[in-house]
């Protein structure tokens, strides 16, 4: 099945729905590049076709094209060879431009993404070849980007702009439709025009007539309970086609649904089982992580086989009786704290946050869960330096509990005996010459400026250079969990 928003992306500006006065911005922009020479960043909501301009662009100016997704290519050598090249460089046939395309611009953080955003900034102030940067919040992005840029905003597509694109796109697919039908859809996703075009093809794909009851059955289809869901996926039944189907009928995104399943699924299953439901849970974060990456959403059917059908087909048998399904540990009340976390992982460990939220952050909750057992769990708060509401968080024990506080106090004791050990002796050697100048002070031996007590001027400076060199070595040096295991 061909994906209708890529089937028919638009192959010229003209055919850009709700956004007039930034298609206009973009125009110009592009035809006095050759006077000022700056990159753009087309920035707004998911879904209303900054991505889709870019390539219109180039398409309408015979510009060839060269795309980076920043959260995929996220390190200065990434980026640098991706997209600095193409920047720098003439086309390939040797005449014309070559539009260079940073998606997910405002999804590379500084430091945690090795000098990423450092890339993208020098690449926008170097480049000889235009650069559209495609950013969802503009103010994700550094200063020095934003300043280095010529700010287009693109605004949410209207309902009004929305319904005669479904009606061209039911019309080119030899569909009849009731205009009440479109207009449903259009109101039910007013701003998002990929929405809308992913909606339509949902329910209207395989239909040689749309009607609104179509749109309202569909509506009224996805009236399935969550926990209701979570009994039929993990008790249930293991028919994967079932699963599968009554997934579609959550009002809940995919995103969601695999959150809930992993924290409950052990309570359910075991052995086995349980590592075949985590491998398809694995599998579905995959393809979340390429739709976060894509900005994608068709890609969302095949996370929800994984955590639906995948699960599901996990059990070899059905089970029974009554379930307490708790809420997800990493859950939106939790997005500041999770960000926190999620930053100290990434300094500590050297990776990127997206590294450190999609891989590291539920291995630790795994292997940590409730703070048993005991022992990682100390590890992991001493290792990055983590305060009670954040073992809180990554473990789901109480921060206020004694459990968590004793921890997070070991955490630092553990952490500090750490730090003394790799000192060298260093404490010793202080504590060591504090005795003796209290001592000298004690006798009344105080040297003159310049006078040799205890060791040359000389030593002492190459000690003090040795010291210098050290601290420098500490600070670039960086601690990770395995340093506390």
């Known amino acids: 099945m061909t994906d209708w928003t890529e089937q028919y992306r638009p192959s010229s500006l003209s055919e850009l729905r709700g956004n007039d006065s930034a298609v206009d911005d973009v125009r110009e922009w592009a035809r006095d590049w050759d006077d000022h020479g700056e990159a753009a960043v087309l920035h707004g909501s998911p879904g209303i076709g900054k991505t889709s301009a870019a390539h219109a662009l180039a398409a309408d100016l015979g510009w060839e094209t060269v795309e980076l997704n920043a959260s995929d290519q996220r390190t200065a050598d990434e980026i640098e060879r991706y997209a600095g090249r193409a920047a720098s460089n003439t086309t390939l046939g040797g005449g014309g431009r070559q539009l260079v395309i940073v998606d ?68 080119k697919e030899g569909i009849e439709f009731e205009t009440a039908a479109l207009e449903r859809i259009a109101e039910q996703n007013d701003g998002d025009l990929r929405g809308a075009v992913n909606d339509l093809q949902a329910v209207a794909e395989g239909r040689e007539q749309l009607t609104v009851e ?17 009994d039929l ?4 039944t293991n028919d994967a086609r079932e699963a599968l189907q009554t997934s579609y009928d959550v009002d809940e995104t995919p995103d969601d649904l695999l959150a809930w399943i992993e924290e409950n699924v052990p309570k359910e299953y075991s052995g086995a089982a349980l590592a075949r439901a985590y491998d398809s849970l694995a599998n579905g974060n995959r393809w979340l992580g390429v739709v976060r990456a894509t900005q994608e959403y068709s890609y969302w059917r095949y996370a929800g086989d994984a955590l639906a059908a995948g699960v599901a087909a996990a059990r070899d048998t059905t089970g029974g009786g009554w379930t307490r399904w708790t809420r997800p540990t990493f859950y939106h009340s939790n997005t500041n704290t999770a960000d926190d976390v999620v930053r100290e992982i990434a300094r500590h460990e050297g990776t990127s946050m997206a590294t450190a939220r999609r891989e590291i952050l539920p291995f630790l909750s795994t292997i940590t869960h409730h703070c048993k057992p005991r022992e990682p769990t100390v590890q992991m708060a001493a290792a990055y330096e983590l305060e009670e509401e ?5 473990t789901g024990s109480g921060e206020t509990t004694n459990k968590v506080q004793s921890i997070v106090a070991d955490g630092g004791q553990r952490r500090a005996e750490l730090v003394e050990e790799h000192a060298g002796g260093a404490f010793e050697q202080a504590a060591a010459q504090t005795d003796a100048s209290e001592t000298a002070d004690d006798s009344g031996l105080v040297s003159e400026p310049g006078e040799d007590v205890g060791g040359s001027a000389e030593g002492d400076g190459a000690d003090e250079t040795d010291a210098d060199g050290d601290e420098d070595d500490a600070e670039e040096d960086q601690s990770g969990l395995t340093d506390f295991m």
Do not use: W
């Not at 954040?390 to 990554?394: L, N, R, T, Y």
């Open 104 to 171: 997910e611009a405002d999804n590379i953080h500084g430091n945690y993404d090795r000098g990423g955003a450092g890339a993208v900034t020098r690449l926008v102030k170097e480049a000889r070849q235009p650069v559209v940067l495609i950013a969802n919040d503009y103010y994700d992005m550094s200063r020095g980007l934003r300043n280095a840029t010529r700010e287009i905003e693109f605004r949410d597509v209207s309902a009004r702009s929305i319904r005669p694109v479904l009606r061209d796109l039911c019309r």
């Open 214 to 230: 179509h749109v309202v059955t569909s509506d009224r289809d996805q009236t399935v309970e969550l926990f209701p869901f979570l």
């Open 390 to 394: 954040h073992v809180s968080f990554v």
């Open 233 to 236: 996926v993990m008790k249930e």
